[in-house]
């Protein structure tokens, strides 16, 4: 076994036995049994901000050289945020990019993207139109908008299982 595989076992046993400190996490692991190298995480959207009832469900492709290079997360639920590109979930986020340290794992990477959810950073925008509105101070429009996305994407239907 490679220290990746090593490493991302480890990581998959600490997320399991620290899952309950964690509600917003509702899944991490990954994808299929036989390849640790993509994962799926489901995102809760936390109380009291426009994302909250949300389920966001989210792509991690973790590269070769994984924890030296960041693994590529995106969202696979339309969402609407400044710091996520609408049409391909890409996420603006620093320790994906050149804050990344090694010592990050995939849980305190998901954990900061819950993180960024609440705290929009509208000056490094990937959806100018959400940015605008938080540029230009309208925290209710922003806020109804970005409910309004939760609502029609993340929201799951009555009676509609988790799988």
Known sequence: MDSVSRRLLKELRAYEKESRAHPEILEL???????????????AGLPE??????????SITIPRNYPIQPPTIRFITTICHPNVHFKTGEI???????????????????LAISL????????????????????CDDRLA?????????????????????D
Request: negative net charge; charged residues 25%; contains cysteine.
């Open 29 to 43: 692991s990954p994808e299929t049994d036989d390849d640790l190298l993509v994962w799926r995480a489901k995102l």
């Open 49 to 58: 901000t426009p994302y909250e009832g949300g389920v966001f469900d989210l």
């Open 92 to 110: 603006c986020l620093d320790i994906l990019k050149t804050e990344w340290s090694p010592a990050w794992t995939l849980q305190s990477t998901i």
């Open 116 to 135: 960024l959810l609440s705290n929009p950073e509208p000056s490094s925008p990937l959806n100018c139109d959400a940015a605008n509105l938080l540029r």
């Open 142 to 162: 922003y806020d109804s908008l970005v409910r309004m996305y939760t609502q029609l994407y993340a929201v799951p239907f009555e009676g509609e299982k988790d």
